[in-house]
T-cell receptor, first 114, second 113 residues
Framework: AQKVTQAQTEISVVEKEDVTLDCVYE???????LFWYKQPPSGELVFLIR??????QNEISGRYSWNFQKSTSSFNFTITASQVVDSAVYFC???????????FGAGTTVTVRA | DAGVTQSPTHLIKTRGQQVTLRCSPK?????VSWYQQALGQGPQFIFQ???????QRGNFPDRFSGHQFPNYSSELNVNALLLGDSALYLC????????????FGPGTRLTVT
């Protein structure tokens, strides 16, 4: 059974601080896919990134960066120089090959104060 | 490029009633998945439709049913509503040959009283 754990329930930072969101996953499959989604107060889940299990390269997109480590089953997400618009709930999700459902973690609420 | 659309935005129903939620996928997508998100929790997978068939189903009772139309749009039906069915219902679309990457609509907020 696949499982995603986001141990941090809430994180509060002051604008321009960096914030790192932890995600730990469990799967028996060797092929799987990891995702991060952002859910602002409007409710819509916004796709941020997809990572395939066979690609451990870290990725940077603007102020966002992701660190994928298969050895520790972690897929952490860092927001650099946070802004008020980054305030949202962030979800990490996992999908195994041949299993099309996304299994989500409980989410981490990020609040960025001006 | 039109994204995923859902209707209605909000809905209030009484216990025991039936409800139908609608979803139109993102342009170019042919697969629709439905998720239920209770307050303060992550979304839970209900089912996925591909080629007008239910391809995969999560741990939801038969009161939850769906349909996909030839234009790839989809409906989620819930019968005999319970108070516990109150949630945000999210529709996600994807491309059938790579349905792992899913794009979500704004959701329908269902309140059962």
């Amino acid at each position: 059974a696949q499982k995603v754990t986001q141990a941090q329930t809430e994180i509060s930072v002051v604008e321009k601080e960096d914030v790192t969101l932890d995600c730990v996953y469990e799967t028996r499959d060797t092929t799987y896919y990891l995702f991060w989604y952002k859910q602002p107060p409007s409710g819509e889940l916004v796709f941020l990134i997809r990572r395939n299990s066979f690609d451990e390269q870290n990725e940077i997109s603007g102020r966002y960066s992701w660190n994928f480590q298969k050895s520790t089953s972690s897929f952490n997400f860092t927001i650099t120089a946070s802004q008020v618009v980054d305030s949202a709930v962030y979800f990490c999700a996992l999908s195994e090959a041949g299993d099309y459902k996304l299994s989500f973690g409980a989410g981490t609420t990020v609040t960025v104060r001006a | 490029d039109a994204g995923v659309t859902q209707s209605p935005t909000h809905l209030i129903k009484t216990r025991g009633q039936q409800v139908t939620l609608r979803c139109s996928p993102k342009s170019g997508h042919d697969t629709v998945s439905w998720y239920q998100q209770a307050l303060g929790q992550g979304p839970q997978f209900i089912f996925q439709y591909y080629e007008e068939e239910e391809r995969q189903r999560g741990n939801f009772p038969d009161r939850f049913s769906g349909h996909q139309f030839p234009n790839y749009s989809s409906e989620l039906n819930v019968n005999a509503l319970l108070l516990g069915d109150s949630a945000l219902y999210l529709c996600a679309s994807s491309w059938g040959h790579d349905s792992y990457e899913q794009y979500f609509g704004p959701g329908t907020r269902l309140t059962v009283t």
